[in-house]
Nanobody
């Protein structure tokens, strides 16, 4: 079991920056993949970035967002720069843990990011 708690969302003007944090209830060192997803208003949840053996980003955030892990703090971050109105969404932290029984997905409660002037 992994509990995830996001923080750091809020209202920001276009071109601004925010850093989201995701605190895990256990060591993330052994978690296979940590990631961030988002759900814009009226749309489906989509992948933003993942950090596992490699780091991956959706094309729309490449060069603007950076995912990082601090294993000592059991925390994953999403640094978001040059924010655009289309980045407005609820952002969710995700942990994927592979066991001998299969893949387990864990989600945080989400944090709202609103980009508007």
């Amino acid at each position: 079991q992994v509990q995830l708690v996001e923080s750091g969302g809020g209202l920001v003007q276009p071109g601004g920056s925010l850093r989201l944090s995701c605190a895990a209830s256990r060591s993330i060192f052994s978690i296979n993949v940590m990631g961030w997803y988002r759900q814009p208003p009226g749309k489906q949840r989509e992948l933003v970035a993942t950090s596992g053996r490699s780091t991956n980003y959706v094309d729309s955030v490449k060069g603007r967002f950076t995912i990082s892990r601090d294993n000592a703090k059991n925390t994953v971050y999403l640094q978001m720069n040059s924010l655009k109105p289309e980045d407005t969404a609820v952002y969710y932290c995700n942990a994927k843990v592979v066991t001998n029984l299969g893949l387990n997905d864990y989600w945080g409660q989400g944090t709202q990011v609103t980009v508007s002037s």
